[in-house]
């Protein structure tokens, strides 16, 4: 079992930066990839970012390439997602998930999930 805690999310203003924290429990969060959803009203929940179990392996979600950076520390038991240059296209609940695979799109082959953080980017 693992449990999955969000923290770090607020309101920002366009251009500005929040950094993202999911704190894990459980002895086998290492062995779990890792991502970062996100869903805004009315739209489906999507991949922003994922990463390996080991940290070697990053997945970027198109429109957050070179602003989002994902990370994890299998010591502290914690995945953490920097975001730079927020816009407001990127307001959302955002939702880390742990699974078997690294980069999959698909919410439903996520095995645990937090209770989500809201993320607004006021323009």
């Known amino acids: 079992q693992v449990q999955l805690v969000e923290s770090g999310g607020g309101l920002v203003q366009a251009g500005g930066s929040l950094r993202l924290s999911c704190a894990a429990s459980g002895r086998t969060f290492s062995s779990y990839a890792m991502g970062w959803f996100r869903q805004a009203p009315g739209k489906e929940r999507e991949l922003v970012a994922g990463?390996?179990?080991?940290?070697?392996?990053?997945y970027y979600t198109d429109s957050v390439k070179g602003r989002f950076t994902i990370s994890r520390d299998n010591a502290k038991n914690t995945v953490y997602l920097q975001m730079n240059s927020l816009k407001p296209e990127d307001t959302a609940v955002y939702y880390c998930?742990?699974?078997?695979?690294?980069?999959?799109?698909?919410?439903?082959?996520?095995?645990?999930w937090g209770q989500g953080t809201q993320v607004t980017v006021s323009s």
């Open positions: 998930a742990a699974g078997r695979t690294v980069a999959v799109r698909s919410p439903s082959e996520y095995t645990y």
């Open positions: 990463i390996s179990w080991g940290g070697t392996i990053t």
